[in-house]
């Protein structure tokens, strides 16, 4: 097919298809990014968090007088045991995702002193005994805390635990130890503290990002205490799904009602998880309805055009038609037009995309978007406008000759 | 002669309309999504001390304590308790005022309600007077109360009308944590959008920033008093090396005090600047500092270093905008291929005596009947906008609102992109030529 014809009548029609290619290139550069920051979103929302997510609920008891931690931690747990339904309760400092954040620092070099360039930042998770179930942590290799470990944990007045074991997620081993094996190994805070890696669990996310990568988020130690410390608050009650709202409203009746002086808050760890992204989430979709928004209006405005055309030409046409053309040779003239005035509208695109890539990189901690993209989003639009062309062109087609006889 | 262009349009769009509801459609949901967002962003970045944010200032001195190894950015964005106090102490600025948060369990013992976690303000009398903060009953405390420790506080207009049914509160006792202290001032509502005066740690929040926009604290104590009240439960922003026990971080080597300070001349600024710079090269001098580093910013210097304005609210102003381009060529393209596709009718009109001028009137009052039309649609489209805004779960979304000023802007776009969108078509309608056309009818 001859393409001459076409660009000289699209040069006839400078402005309007100008417009329609900015309109594309507009649309193509928005697509590439848009689509990239949804699957930004998407891939946060789904990080892996290995614990048991959908039985586990948070009991947090503040105000408790201090002094007396032992004996009412001991009452509290005993009182979620006897809830039935519930299948392990345990304590702790914070949950994941909770932005109730305890970070601390490691380094794996025994010498330095202050916290320096040397150190890790990582979550810290204080558990009593019982915590590996009841969090349903995944063992990846070496082994939970013992009896004696736990028991042998307390804070005193410090962040830190007394006690020399600790339990760390894969992430985290691997930041650590790159291509050795973590178990056995020791971390280090300070000349004080000093913990051995007794084991290594899939990766648990921390109670917030923190500043980090996604890889950092589930940089997480857990450490082992006895259940006498205030500074403890987040009971963690585990049960069968089914049971677990049923069981979250027993926990928080109960517990309210031995101290009414505390103030006791309940959420099932699917309610933290889902407060936790809710605004990644409504971004997310705030994005998806833009570019179902913008594809919808660059289509229509493709048609209205397109019609447009059709209209203007029907003599034109008809003429074509009178002196041989088919109407496949109607057809594919409009759908090449279409093919023209979209390729140099997505390849305009795809440069506005990667620089609007490179402005949101400097400007708003966005990542570099992966170079497929771009003709993933040329494709589409490709699609697109063959798509919106083919109602107008499929009309054109149907143009009977007569039509060039009638008005000359 | 405008009546019957107005009529004409009207026809003209009728004739054709499923295309102008799409060309309205269009031109609605640009404006509104440019102007749902232009609003959030100029509620989130507008100044929360209009008039007085110039004269507020907020010092820092490089702590890290000598002998340290590491490379924390200097300054930090709090003052350790001894700088912050030295500094708070000298009295060097019209007005001081020490900021530091922290958790605390409040009982009314007069009302029966369960007790509550809430975040108190430790902070000092300077704050009330310093930043106008609006009192309903009641006043703030007395410098002399920052000293003698008192057991005083002043709640929000919030607390007070859950604890006391917004009645006058002064006099009433509260429990914070196990220690009874006197309500002496009730605020009237009180809203600063940001929360400006607890804006830190922006750099590190990867644009999260959403947080700064929160309500304002439920319950402010002397500082030096609260100390005492709420030990053990004071929060560092970071520290150098671990305190001795956390939560008491007096004489700690954490950085968890603010200081924000009011200085009404230029000459009162330089000053301050040298003062702490000299008391930074002092304390070096004794053998506390390592570094001599300071730096003050005004209070507008401080948000915009903390990038106040989440990451996401700006991404959306960006992509709104680029929509609102999308849909503004949009409509261009459809209104140009119309007006052109009628150039037969024009050329007639012209060969009978419409001058250029009248051709180009009457095009543009159909495309302005479209950018109307689609104006007010893009109006209506901002308000169910920051409606839905206003129902997400973010911490400012109680202060979307649409303010006189968005209202006369999304006017003025409204006209704008409709004069954008039928000017070119126009122009190039009213520049047909008649023998032409009129040879090919």
């Known amino acids: 097919m001859n393409i001459r014809p076409i660009f000289s009548s699209l040069r006839k029609h400078r402005i309007p298809t100008t417009l329609i290619v900015l309109e594309i290139a507009l649309a193509c550069a928005v697509l590439c990014n848009a689509v990239f920051m949804i699957g930004q979103r998407i891939g946060d929302i ?216 505390a103030v006791v808050k309940g959420r099932t760890f699917s309610d933290i998880r889902n407060a936790y992204f809710a605004d990644t989430r409504s971004m997310a979709w705030m994005l998806v309805l833009v570019c179902a928004v913008m594809i919808a209006v660059t289509a229509f405005g493709i048609v209205g055009l397109s019609s447009f055309w059709v209209g203007q030409r029907r003599r034109q046409i008809g003429i074509r038609r009178a002196v041989g053309a088919t109407r496949g040779h109607i057809l594919r003239y409009f759908q090449t037009e279409n093919f023209l005035i979209s390729s140099l509208g997505v390849a305009l695109g795809m440069i506005l995309a990667y620089g609007a890539n490179l402005y949101l990189m400097q400007h708003y901690e966005m990542a570099r978007m992966p170079w497929y993209f771009l003709p993933i989003g040329a494709l589409t639009l490709w699609l697109i406008g063959q798509f919106s062309v083919l109602g107008p062109a499929l009309r054109a087609s149907n143009v009977p000759p007569v039509v060039a006889t009638r008005s000359v | 002669m405008f009546a019957y262009y107005l009529q004409l349009g009207l026809r003209s769009l009728r004739r054709n309309s499923v295309l102008t509801a799409l060309m309205v459609l269009a031109i609605a949901v640009g404006i509104g999504a440019a102007m749902t967002t232009l609003t959030v962003m100029h509620l989130l970045s507008g100044d929360p001390l209009p008039g007085r944010s110039a004269h507020i200032f907020y010092p820092q001195v490089d702590a890290t304590p000598a002998g340290y190894t590491g490379t924390p950015p200097h300054p930090m964005d709090m003052l350790d308790y001894r700088s912050a106090v030295d500094l708070w102490r000298a009295h060097h600025a019209d007005r001081q005022a020490l900021v530091a948060d922290s958790p605390v369990k409040l009982q009314a013992p007069e009302s029966k309600g369960p007790p509550r976690m809430l975040t108190m303000l430790s902070t000092t009398a300077g704050f009330f007077p310093m930043f106008k903060v609006p009192f309903q009953y009641g006043s ?288 190039r309608a009213s520049r047909i030529a008649p023998a032409l056309q009129l040879k090919t009818l």
């Open chain 2, 140 to 427: 703030a405390w007395t410098p002399a109360d920052d000293e003698g420790r008192a057991r005083v506080a002043v709640i929000s207009s919030y607390l007070n009308n859950r604890l006391f049914g917004g009645a006058d509160s002064v006099g009433h006792m509260l429990l914070l944590r196990n220690t009874a202290v006197r309500i002496v001032g009730v605020l009237a509502p009180w809203r600063p959008s940001p929360q400006f005066y607890d804006v830190r740690g922006g750099r590190y929040a990867q644009g999260n920033t959403a947080s700064f926009y929160s309500r304002t604290e439920d319950v402010f104590t002397p500082f030096f008093s609260s100390l005492q009240i709420n030990d053990g439960h004071f929060q560092q922003f970071s520290c150098w090396a671990m305190p001795k026990k956390p939560g008491h971080l007096v004489d700690s080597p954490c950085a968890w005090v603010g200081l924000w300070v009011q200085l009404d001349t230029p000459a009162k600024i330089h000053a301050y600047r040298r003062f702490i710079a000299n008391y930074a090269r002092h304390q070096k001098a004794l053998g506390r500092f390592a570094n001599t580093d300071t730096r003050m910013m005004s209070l507008m210097q401080w948000l915009a270093f903390n990038h106040v304005v989440p990451s996401n609210v700006k991404l959306q102003a960006w992509l709104a905008f680029a929509f609102l381009a999308i849909c503004l060529f949009n409509t261009v393209g459809l209104l140009l291929a119309k007006f052109l596709r009628r150039a037969g009718e024009i050329g007639v009109r012209r060969a009978l005596g419409a001058s250029r001028g009248a051709v180009f009137s009457q095009c543009l009052t159909e495309a302005g009947l479209i950018g109307l039309v689609g104006g007010l649609g893009g109006l209506l489209l901002t308000l169910l906008g920051l409606w839905i805004v206003r129902h997400q779960d973010t911490p400012y979304a109680d202060l979307v609102h649409l303010d006189l000023s968005m209202l006369v802007v999304t006017f003025v776009l409204a006209l704008l992109v409709s004069l954008l969108a039928g000017t070119l078509p126009a122009l």
């Open chain 1, 46 to 261: 789904r990080l892996p968090n290995a614990i048991d997510q959908a039985g586990i609920s948070v009991v947090t008891v503040q105000g408790t007088d201090p002094d007396h931690a032992r004996d009412v931690i001991a009452r509290n747990l005993a009182t979620l045991r006897a809830i039935p339904g519930v299948q392990a309760v345990a304590l702790m400092n914070t949950v994941p995702l909770s932005q109730n954040g305890w970070n601390t620092g490691f380094t794996t070099d025994p010498a330095t002193k202050g916290f320096d360039d040397k150190y890790v930042n990582v979550a810290e998770y204080l558990i009593t005994s019982g915590g590996d179930k009841a969090l349903g942590l995944h063992l990846f290799r070496g082994r939970f805390f013992h009896a004696d470990e736990y028991a042998a944990g307390t804070l005193g007045t410090s962040f830190m635990p007394t006690g020399h074991a600790a339990v760390i997620t894969r992430s985290f081993a691997a930041r650590m130890w790159p291509g050795h094996s973590a178990l056995g190994k020791v971390l280090y805070m300070g000349d004080t503290y000093s913990y051995t890696v007794v084991g290594i669990v899939d990766n648990v996310l921390r109670p917030n990002r923190n500043g980090g990568d996604a890889r950092s988020f589930s940089h997480s130690v857990f450490l082992p205490v006895a259940p006498v410390e205030s500074a403890m608050n987040d009971y963690i009650v585990r049960s069968a799904p089914v049971d677990r709202d049923r069981v979250l409203r027993a926990s928080i009746d109960k517990l309210s009602k031995l101290e009414p002086a």
